[in-house]
T-cell receptor, first 117, second 117 residues
Framework: SQQGEEDPQALSIQEGENATMNCSYK?????LQWYRQNSGRGLVHLILIRSNEREKHSGRLRVTLDTSKKSSSLLITASRAADTASYFC?????????????????FGQGTILTVHP | GAVVSQHPSWVICKSGTSVKIECRSLDFQATTMFWYRQFPKQSLMLMATSNEGSKATYEQGVEKDKFLINHASLTLSTLTVTSAHPEDSSFYIC?????????????FGDGTRLSIL
């Protein structure tokens, strides 16, 4: 079953605008990751934020994590048409004993981002 | 960066056929790989965790005899869909977690689109 929900389900913006996507989750986590998927392709890892981190940057990407609210956001600044894709958050952990949960990711429903040139 | 290769990218076959999908980590060793299934416009659903040298761990509701997983080496995991039927048609994606440690991203293959006639 899916851990969390993403909001919005679809986002349509113009090139140059910023895009913000939100992700909520339900259980405690070790980290939260954001991935991008172009249509019909595999996922590309964008950024990983650990549970003890609050904000992380990578190029035009900014990710925040609020563990008290069990939520994260992904901000893409100065969007480009090439950013058009589906974006998924995924939670990892907690890595307790038992092994079966070790390294597993639970994905959100995803946000379909369309950037118009 | 870490690369995961998945083959084939596209399969069309008749009902009753068994189909094998390969997932290889090209530049790192992966003791654990993951198999996902994705329906159109939906998120990824984890099917099973593939462990090198031991039995795979299947998620609830996934038929072990239907989806056979073999992880014979540190760079190769295979998923065999046995006696495939039209309802098995889907997009299957594998991933491998880059070592070492817990807070490492997963790297995904490009997926295999399986169509059963």
């Amino acid at each position: 079953s899916q851990q969390g929900e993403e909001d919005p389900q679809a986002l349509s913006i113009q090139e140059g605008e910023n895009a913000t996507m939100n992700c909520s989750y339900k259980t405690s986590i070790n980290n939260l990751q954001w991935y991008r998927q172009n249509s019909g392709r595999g996922l590309v890892h964008l950024i990983l934020i650990r549970s003890n981190e609050r904000e992380k940057h990578s190029g035009r990407l900014r990710v925040t994590l609020d563990t008290s609210k069990k939520s994260s956001s992904l901000l893409i600044t100065a969007s480009r048409a090439a950013d058009t894709a589906s974006y998924f958050c995924a939670t990892g952990g907690p890595f307790n004993a038992g092994g079966t949960s070790y390294g597993k990711l639970t994905f959100g429903q995803g946000t379909i981002l369309t950037v118009h040139p | 960066g870490a690369v995961v290769s998945q083959h084939p990218s596209w399969v069309i076959c008749k009902s009753g056929t068994s189909v094998k999908i390969e997932c290889r980590s090209l530049d790192f060793q992966a003791t654990t790989m993951f198999w996902y299934r994705q329906f159109p416009k939906q998120s990824l659903m984890l099917m099973a965790t593939s462990n090198e040298g031991s039995k795979a761990t299947y998620e609830q509701g996934v038929e072990k005899d239907k989806f056979l997983i073999n992880h014979a080496s540190l760079t190769l995991s295979t998923l065999t869909v046995t006696s495939a039927h039209p309802e098995d048609s889907s997009f299957y994606i594998c991933s491998a977690r880059e070592p070492p440690g817990r807070n490492q991203p997963q790297h995904f293959g490009d997926g295999t689109r399986l169509s059963i006639l």
